[in-house]
Structures are given as C-alpha cells and as structure tokens.
C-alpha cells in the first residue's frame, strides 16, 4: 500500500500571492487532515476532511482553505500569504475520523513567504 | 479545553540509558493520548497510543508509556537508548479523533 504523499516538498512564495498544496491520502483512507508546524513548535490543527465534507477546523483565518476530492486527496490553499505562514505543512489520512484509528503523516511541505 | 504540556524541551541521555519523556494533559473528558516521533525533515511516526483499555501501552522501537489518570499523565519511557532514537518527540491528546493537539515537543539527544 501506497503511504501519504504531499507535494511540492519545498515551496519559495513572496507575501500576498496564493500557494496551494496537495496531499495523496494512503490507499483505503477517506479522511485528511491538515497541519502547520512553525519552526520550533508542534504542529498545530487546521482543519478536517471527511467524504469531502470539511469535519472540524482549528483556528486558522478563512484565507486558509481546502478541498478534498472523490479519491479523497487534498489540496490547501492558502491566499495572501503572511510571513508568519512560513511553516511546515503536513497532511494525515486515516480510515476515520475516530480516534482509535491511526493517522499516518506525509513528510510535509516547507513553505517559505519572503 | 483539551491540552498537553511537555516538560523539557531538550533531553540527553546517555547511550544505554533509561529514556524519561513527560507529557501532561488537560482535557475536560478521558482523552485519547500519542505519542509521535519526527526526524529531521521528516513527518511523524506514531509511537504509541493509549485509546482505552490497559493503561500501560507499549509501542515501537522499545518505547512505552503509561497513562496515570490521577496524574494526568502520560509518560515516554525507553529501558535503554540508542543512537538511532535521537528524534523529536510529541505528545498528542484527542477527545474526537478529528483534531489532535500536539505540544511544543521534546529533542531528544544521545550521547554516545
């Protein structure tokens, strides 16, 4: 089985523009879930999806925003980007949204606002 | 509110040393408590969980933790480490499963 794959793996944006991420969920997963990790922190919540339907967000502006497609990847988008956007982004699927299900990460995306 | 503390922000250890990392959590309902590990440059790797059940839950690579309600705690433990365990370590608490809220981590060194 295929792991959680997340592109592009390195991304250089100036502040303002709009950058979108993707994700590929592990074979047989139907649920995404989205993370930014600030250097030196732990990784904080964004939002849930689940059969395409957004399930839960975290505290993030509306200027971050996602999709989750039939196949069940993910995109983030992200517009007017901040230089407090700099982060990492990950990306977990698993079988549910329970949480006795295991979430397997993606190794992320570093995005870089200059 | 759901929440987890990690004490130490840095740990060091010997090479063959017991391995104590410490969590704490917070949260208005019996959680569901993780712990994960990052390398550099890469995502995270669950350890171990505690869902419910027997309290103390033994994960991979050695690792342990066990879930102490009276303490709200849930402590990393390792018997003996090892070079390849030099990592970042998190500790992760959900209530619903749609959104887990992870602490600042812990960087683990090994000396040799």
């Known amino acids: 089985e295929t792991g959680v794959t997340q592109s592009p793996t390195h991304l250089i944006k100036t502040r303002g523009q709009q950058v979108t991420l993707r994700c590929s969920s592990q074979?047989?997963?139907?649920?995404v879930s989205w993370y930014q990790q600030a250097l030196g922190q732990g990784p904080q919540f964004i939002f849930q999806?689940?059969?395409?339907?957004?399930?839960g967000r975290g505290n993030f502006p509306p200027r971050f925003s996602g999709l989750q497609f039939p196949n069940y990847s993910s995109e983030l988008n992200v517009n007017a980007l901040e230089l407090d956007d700099s982060a990492l982004y990950l990306c977990?699927?698993?079988?549910?949204?329970?949480?006795?299900?295991?979430?397997?990460f993606g190794q992320g995306t570093r995005l870089t606002v200059v | 509110a759901q929440s987890v503390t990690q004490l130490g922000s840095h740990v060091s250890v010997s090479e063959g040393a017991l391995v104590l990392l410490r969590c704490n959590y917070s949260?208005?309902?019996?959680?569901?408590l993780f712990w994960y590990v990052q390398y550099p440059n890469q995502g995270l790797q669950l350890l171990l969980k505690?869902?419910?059940?027997?309290?103390l839950v033994k994960g991979i690579n050695g690792f342990e933790a066990e879930f102490k309600k009276s303490e709200t705690s849930f402590h990393l433990t390792k018997p003996s480490a090892h070079m390849s365990d030099a990592a970042e370590y998190f500790c992760?608490?959900?209530?619903?499963?749609?959104?887990?809220?992870f602490g600042t981590g812990t960087s683990l060194t090994v000396i040799p």
């Open positions: 977990a699927s698993s079988s549910s949204g329970q949480p006795n299900t295991e979430a397997f």
């Open positions: 074979s047989g997963h139907n649920t």
């Open positions: 999806y689940y059969r395409e339907e957004e399930n």
């Open positions: 949260s208005s309902v019996p959680p569901y």
């Open positions: 505690y869902t419910t059940g027997a309290t």
């Open positions: 992760a608490v959900t209530k619903t499963g749609n959104q887990f809220y």
